[in-house]
């Protein structure tokens, strides 16, 4: 019954190559997000979809690249890798956009590029 | 000036005593306050929110909020060792469609 899943759990790849991030809620939630938590744990947004329309992209490289089929599902696909890319992504959810709506995040995918 | 700011510890506080947490934000329109709990290799995990001006208690859990002073707290009473983690602050901006993490602070519960 998990609330957001990601696949895969771990993802390990070369530098220069093409990989894909997929996420699913099933919490009817409208609002999608991708995180990037870095070695420090800081934990910053990269985008976010509401009921499929993108509202938030913010500083990221255009080697990420957000879609979303559905409300429920949000993937990420990141072409010709880089060492900086690696750290951990999470999948959020939160009912809506804004209020007081907290994210529930899934478990994270951990991409290391070697 | 980072938008959401926490000292990064470790706070290391014994079992048993009240582990106080706190954080400050620049924005002072901001709406919506949280605090999440991230053990080490896992998923931040939401401990509560809190949106008016006050305390929130929910069981050992107490959320301070002061928008005149623009900072956030979290009180953990009772602490135990499995109050161990990385607590992250987040605050909702006046902009108000994203959420802003603070950079955490690693508590460590001593026996």
């Known amino acids: 019954d998990t609330a957001v899943s990601q696949t895969p759990k771990y993802l390990v790849t070369q530098m220069g190559n093409d990989k894909s991030i997929k996420c699913e809620q099933n919490?009817?939630?409208?609002?999608m997000y991708w995180y990037k938590q870095d070695s420090k744990k800081f934990l910053k947004i990269m985008f976010s979809?509401?009921?499929?329309?993108?509202?938030i992209n913010e500083t990221v490289p255009n080697r990420f690249s957000p879609k979303s089929p559905d409300k429920a599902h949000l993937n990420l696909h990141i072409n010709s890798l880089e060492l900086g890319d690696s750290a951990v992504y999470f999948c959020?959810?939160?009912?809506?956009?804004?209020?007081?709506?907290?994210?529930?995040f899934g478990d994270g995918t951990r991409l290391s590029i070697l | 000036q980072k938008e959401v700011e926490q000292n990064s510890g470790p706070l290391s506080v014994p079992e048993g005593a009240i582990a106080s947490l706190n954080c400050t934000y620049s924005?002072?329109?901001?709406?919506?306050f949280f605090w999440y709990r991230q053990y080490s290799g896992k998923s931040p995990e939401l401990i509560m929110f809190?949106?008016?001006?006050g305390d929130k208690e929910d069981g050992r859990f107490t959320a301070q909020l002061n928008k005149a002073s623009q900072y956030v707290s979290l009180l953990i009473r009772d602490s135990q060792p499995s109050d161990s983690a990385t607590y992250l602050c987040?605050?909702?901006?006046?902009?108000?469609?994203?959420?802003?993490f603070g950079s955490g602070t690693r508590l460590s519960i001593r026996p």
């Open positions: 959020a959810s939160s009912p809506q956009t804004g209020g007081h709506q907290p994210q529930h």
């Open positions: 919490l009817g939630h409208d609002t």
């Open positions: 979809y509401n009921n499929k329309e993108l509202i």
């Open positions: 924005d002072r329109g901001s709406q919506s």
């Open positions: 809190i949106y008016s001006n």
């Open positions: 987040a605050v909702r901006p006046s902009s108000a469609s994203k959420i802003i």
